[in-house]
């Protein structure tokens, strides 16, 4: 028996499936239904590893299973390749980004192919392309024309090092996520799309998304808007008004019911007010400076020490009259509400942390069942249910009928009104580097922003790096241009878009990459939306919302008609592997360490330099610290279905999973068992009647499993079925004929999603016609699927006790005697006397003893 090799069936088949371009998308009508499978497509870094595997090879067994149960399946690729990371390269290199990123692309792009991937590569696409970009400035164009682009003045997060803005996620600790640098606030005039005017939206459709899309991402989305429902009033300045705030100071409250608890007032440290002082009070400017080094995402905010700095101003409180102190401090957000907020330090923790700091009164409005009107917090705030007490009109009531009447008392009295609020702002999309997409508009000093007239407007490539900052803005001819309108002296704007435009739409352009319109909406209708979204769990929230915004965008503009892009989507885990370092601190890469175990004491030695290695955390792949896995060198050792199998079988596809040799070896055996339970196949063998009906039902329960397995990406679990499956096709030699033909056949199916080379050889070796990407999917009958013995529970007087393995559907007085001849149940009955005995028939027994 011949001994599978897949350094030559591999490529052979790869061969097969370019020859007959197999993957290739139908355009003209088959009368099957659609399926469109996405993974998030790739930054062109220039290297993939075994974690970037796993997302790929789980969209391509959704693919090839889809195909093969009669779907027109779309699974396309293309490259998300604009960026900073580009730009940096070029500056370190000395190259162009464009020349950088293209070579990435093109090493990229055989890695994948290494996989067997059933991509359709004649879809792809780089994002850097003017081919692509061109139609997203006309799209952006569109959205300028319809009030859904503007320009204004923002404080931002700028990079002092890399020259541009950083959303507040791409500040870590204060300092820039790539460069590490301090991070400044600078006020700067920046494009921004109005997200915000789809915010109910957004909220909303998470409903349509509910056991399609992970419960944690839609919360996730969800938090992130921000809806929000409570009271916008305004307080009377106690004394001289600021010229900043004449009219009072402005907030916005969830906790209405609370404000009788108020014992500071807190502004954010850019708030007007804020500002104004900063001007002529040096201490309150270089408090402010100080709150501008810290964190800027709530995550960071919620985690740093609680500081304030106290203004002399004070406001008067609405309903009893009292002064209340106005503090500048830093865990108050600028862009949520109003950037001013009434501290109650009993019921908020932020608060309670602040008020304890500074000495502040604690005064507690809302007391827990049961307590008393001496009801006080320590250092814990209570935020739980309860009735108002300390709280004059409110008192005695519950907190919603409380929120009511404050809002009701404030409405009356003019000094405010009930109000929605979001968390979410508009998308600022301006960033100050060179390789990204351009903004298409054209500054004329009579005219204003006017739309570019000739798209698409293409960066120029003859730029240095040699001077810090945007080299756009320096470039001698492409910026300076005719205005469009009266054509007159002009600058083109040098800002570029945020690289979350250009994931944005990239699922709708793989509809038809080639259409004149940046949609081509007969395509897109046919296709969208994405039945299959596959990505990591990083991207829940950023990229998947401007997804969704700029859907509902294009619908509303009549570019395309589908507003929810991703009808399912799935947040895989990662492949991790131990991490190895040299006494110097150096990362040391796994093919370079010699691992050993003495008497369950693991040690590590470098093979090129023979110096032991310490053995350190187990850590998501990453090219930093060298503990990555080429599909190169698992092609070369074991072939690249064996890596394939193992990054699916080990774990469930949302955890991590973690790399190891022995894994992968282990799935390389599975690989042979596979192979030599069909290449010993005899069609001439007749086999045993009563073996050939018993294999006939296994084949059927694990086309029953495996199907569903992979149905409700429960890859693992479908793996360890086709596992047993092999075993049991092994164990029943005295099986043929038909039975046997039927089992491998569907043995060869059922692995091909996985493991598609071996299957198209097994398919071969079976002397199947064409390849077994063709193939149907093969069909279970429900009554051979059927198990032929059920696990019954035993419960005596209604706790669990036991169980018992019977037949399915053996009559109730035949397991009674089986449940009383079970040694467990007897000893369990001992000295006791059973009334009765309720069998539920392939469910449960329950033992009613007295």
């Known amino acids: 028996m011949a001994r599978y090799e897949p350094k030559t069936a591999e490529p052979r088949q790869q061969a097969r499936w370019a020859a007959a371009d197999a993957f290739r998308t139908p355009t003209e009508g088959t009368g099957k239904p659609k399926y469109y499978v996405l993974e998030m497509f790739p930054y062109p870094s220039g290297n993939i590893h075994m974690g970037h595997a796993r997302n790929y090879v789980m969209g391509d067994v959704v693919a090839r299973s889809r195909r093969a149960q009669g779907f027109d399946v779309l699974h396309p690729m293309g490259w998300d390749a604009f960026g900073l990371p580009a730009e940096n390269a070029a500056i370190e290199r000395g190259i162009h980004p464009g020349d950088w990123t293209w070579s990435n692309i093109a090493a990229m792009r055989d890695q994948l192919k290494l996989l067997g991937l059933s991509l359709d590569w004649s879809r792809e696409f780089a994002t850097c392309d003017p081919a692509y970009y061109g139609k997203q400035q006309a799209w952006f164009l569109e959205l300028f024309k319809r009030g859904l682009v503007y320009r204004k003045d923002s404080i931002v997060n700028w990079d002092p090092v890399d020259n541009t803005v950083l959303a507040n996620e791409q500040v870590v600790d204060g300092r820039g996520w790539r460069s590490g640098a301090i991070v400044e606030k600078r006020k700067l005039n920046q494009w921004f799309l109005r997200i915000t005017d789809y915010a109910d939206d957004l909220i909303d459709g998470l409903k349509e998304l509910e056991g399609r899309w992970p419960d944690k991402v839609r919360l996730m989305q969800e938090n992130w808007i921000g809806r929000s429902k409570g009271l916008q009033m305004t307080w009377a300045w106690a004394g001289q008004a600021p010229a900043a705030a004449p009219d009072g100071l402005e907030i916005y409250t969830t906790r209405p019911d609370t404000l009788f608890g108020a014992s500071f007032m807190g502004i954010a440290a850019d708030h007007p007010v804020a500002r104004a002082l900063a001007e002529t009070n040096p201490d309150a400017a270089a408090f402010i400076a100080e709150c501008r080094k810290g964190g800027s995402t709530q995550a960071e905010i919620e985690q740093a020490e609680k500081i304030g700095f106290d203004t002399g101003l004070k406001v008067l409180h609405p309903f009893d009259g009292r002064e209340v102190s106005v503090w500048i401090a830093n865990f108050i957000l600028s862009e949520y509400g109003t950037g001013a907020i009434f501290g109650c330090p009993a019921h908020d923790q932020r608060d309670l942390d602040f008020a304890r700091k500074y000495d502040l009164p604690v005064i507690p409005v809302v007391r827990p069942e049961g307590a008393g009107d001496d009801f006080a917090v320590a250092n814990e705030a209570y935020t739980g249910p309860g009735a108002l007490f300390h709280s004059d009109f409110m008192d005695g009531m519950e907190i919603e009928p409380a929120k009511a009447a404050a809002i009701a008392r404030i409405e009356a009295a003019g000094q405010g009104e009930g109000a929605t609020i979001y968390r979410l702002r508009d998308w600022g999309v301006s960033r100050q580097r060179y390789w990204g997409c351009p903004i298409p508009v054209i500054h004329c000093p009579s005219c204003g922003a006017v739309p570019a007239d000739q798209l698409p407007v293409e960066l120029p490539r003859d730029v240095t790096f040699d001077v810090p900052g945007n080299p756009l803005d320096r470039h001698p001819t492409w910026k300076h241009v005719k205005c469009p309108s009266c054509h007159g002296d002009a600058t083109r704007e040098t800002d570029t878009l945020d690289t979350f435009v250009d994931s944005s739409w990239y699922f709708a352009r793989f509809t038809d990459p080639t259409a004149a319109d940046p949609i081509a909406k007969a395509a897109a209708d046919k296709w969208l939306p994405v039945d299959q979204y596959i990505g990591g769990v990083e991207h829940a929230v950023l990229h998947l919302l401007y997804a969704r915004f700029i859907s509902r965008a294009l619908s509303d503009a009549g570019l395309m008609s589908v507003k929810e892009p991703f009808a399912g989507l799935f947040t895989q885990g990662m492949v991790v592997h131990e991490t190895y370092r040299r006494a110097d601190g150096a990362w040391v890469e796994p093919t370079d360490v010699e691992l050993s175990n003495d008497g369950g004491r693991r040690s590590a030695r470098q093979l090129s330099t023979g110096e032991a290695l310490t053995i350190g955390d187990i850590e998501k792949m990453s090219k930093s610290k060298k503990n990555v896995v080429a599909p190169q060198e698992i092609v070369d050792t074991y072939g690249v279905d064996a890596g394939r199998l193992f990054v699916l ?91 046997r033909r039927q089992a491998l056949s569907a043995l060869a199916r059922l692995v091909a999603p996985f493991t598609p080379h071996l299957a198209e050889e097994c398919w071969t070796r079976l002397g199947e016609e064409g390849m077994i990407l063709d193939a149907p999917w093969p069909v279970y009958d429900p009554a051979l699927a059927a198990d032929d013995e059920v696990t019954l529970p035993i419960q005596v007087n209604g706790k669990r006790r036991g169980e018992i393995r019977v037949a399915r559907g053996l009559e109730p007085a035949a397991v009674e005697a089986i449940v009383l001849a079970d040694p467990e149940v007897q000893a369990r009955l001992e000295g006791l006397t059973v009334k009765k005995i309720v069998v539920v028939k392939d469910r449960i027994v329950n033992v009613v003893v007295g």
């Open 649 to 739: 079988s080990d774990s469930p596809p949302e955890r991590d999973v973690q790399w190891t040799s022995g894994g992968v070896e282990g799935a390389s055996r599975f690989v042979q068992r596979v192979w030599a339970e069909v290449d010993g196949f005899d069609p001439a063998a007749a086999g045993d009647e009563s073996a050939n009906a018993s294999l006939v039902r296994e084949t059927h329960k694990a086309i029953k499993a495996v199907s569903e397995g992979i149905t409700g990406f429960r890859f693992n679990s479908a793996i360890a079925k086709l596992y047993a499956f092999v075993a049991t096709v092994r164990d029943h030699g005295a099986a043929g004929g038909d039975a």
